[in-house]
């Protein structure tokens, strides 16, 4: 299976960095989002930080340059006609995604492999949404995605073996490593990460320490790159609580219980450092 062309959904955090990385490992990429605020953001933010590394002589301005054209943007979602493969990553939540997956299903060809950046959500039940459930995928990059070599990846149920190695070696050749990990919630990364991050917030909750207390501790205690409300702060908390909501409910198991403190801030739109609020403040 060939992949030259690629539909990114989704142009936040996430989608920006997955076209970003894609453009500039030579294929081209179609930047969609439902909001052109977003699409916006998206483009720009890709552009800043391509600057950035022809600065620090990451890349050549020619090549630079090159991937920025690779990308177009697009308000309509009908041109994933002509892609070869669509990474989603739009919100954590399965009633989008759903609906994203069976419109893909009646507007892309039949070899055309759909792939989602789901950070939890069960793909079999993804894949479930279309007529094609063999060409369905998860393909989970890690944020920063420029940065992170991971990318885990998924099987549904019923994926074919074929679009498990198309996948691989696309991962691959965006410079990235492939881990395959099976399908339950919040497969390896998030099962292990989140419980650790929302044990975090119930420290606060519970009075134990201030936010910038629990993050000395474990960046100096535990050598961690960020503690783990600066990281949930990046993360997105909207993005923390669904991920515990779906271990939470996939599990039944009330060591995935989303801290209230959560809970409250995201209720308050304190999303985190894209809302420009969360355990800390960025403005
Ligand atoms: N986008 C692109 N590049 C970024 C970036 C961003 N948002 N933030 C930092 N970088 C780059 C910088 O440009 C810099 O690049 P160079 O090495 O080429 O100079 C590099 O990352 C290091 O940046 P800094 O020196 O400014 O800062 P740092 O040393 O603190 O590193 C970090 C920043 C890489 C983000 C580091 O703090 C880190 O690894 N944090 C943990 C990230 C992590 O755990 N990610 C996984 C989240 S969980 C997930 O993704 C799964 C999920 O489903 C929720
Ligand atoms: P985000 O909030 O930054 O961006 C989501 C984007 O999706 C927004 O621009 C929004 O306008 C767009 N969108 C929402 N509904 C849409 C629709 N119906 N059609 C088209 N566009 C739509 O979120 P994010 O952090 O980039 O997360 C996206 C996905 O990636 C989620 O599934 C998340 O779980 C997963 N993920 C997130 C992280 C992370 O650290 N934030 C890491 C790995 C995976």
């Known amino acids: 299976m060939n992949i030259n062309k690629i539909m990114v959904i989704g142009a936040g955090q996430m989608g920006a960095g997955i076209a970003q990385v894609c453009a500039v490992s030579g294929y081209d990429v179609l930047l969609y989002d439902a909001n052109e ?5 998206g483009i720009k933010g890709i552009e800043k930080r391509l600057a950035r590394d022809v600065t620090k002589g990451k890349i050549s301005e020619d090549d630079k340059h090159a991937s920025v054209l690779r990308i177009k943007k697009t308000a309509s979602i009908d041109e994933a006609a002509d892609c070869d493969l669509v990474i989603e990553a739009v919100v954590e939540n399965m009633d989008v995604k759903t ?11 039949e070899q055309t492999i759909l792939a ?21 995928i998860g393909m989970h990059f890690m944020n920063p995605v420029p940065v992170m070599k991971l990318v885990e990846v998924i099987r549904g149920l019923a994926t074919s ?4 190695e198309t996948i691989k070696q696309t991962a691959e050749s965006l410079n990235k490593t492939a881990v395959e990990v099976n399908d339950f919630p919040g497969f390896v990364s998030n099962r292990v990460l989140m419980p650790m991050i929302n044990e ?17 501790v474990m960046k100096l205690g535990m050598n961690h790159p960020m503690g783990p409300l600066t990281l949930a702060d990046f993360i997105g908390l909207d993005t923390c609580l669904y991920i515990m909501e779906t271990l939470h409910e996939g ?10 403190l959560l809970r409250k801030y995201v209720k308050a739109g304190w999303l985190g450092k894209k809302a420009g609020r969360g355990f800390y403040s960025y403005t």
């Open 161 to 164: 073996d074929e679009v498990f």
């Open 251 to 260: 599990f039944g198991d009330d060591k995935y219980r989303p801290c209230p």
């Open 37 to 41: 605020e977003a699409l916006d953001r």
């Open 99 to 109: 609906k994203i997956f069976s419109q893909l299903d009646q507007i892309t060809p």
């Open 200 to 216: 975090a917030i119930y420290t606060v909750y519970e009075g134990v320490a201030e936010p910038e207390a629990v993050d000395e």
């Open 116 to 136: 989602t950046n789901t950070s939890s959500l069960p793909i079999t039940e993804i894949a479930a949404a279309t007529k094609r459930p063999d060409k369905v």
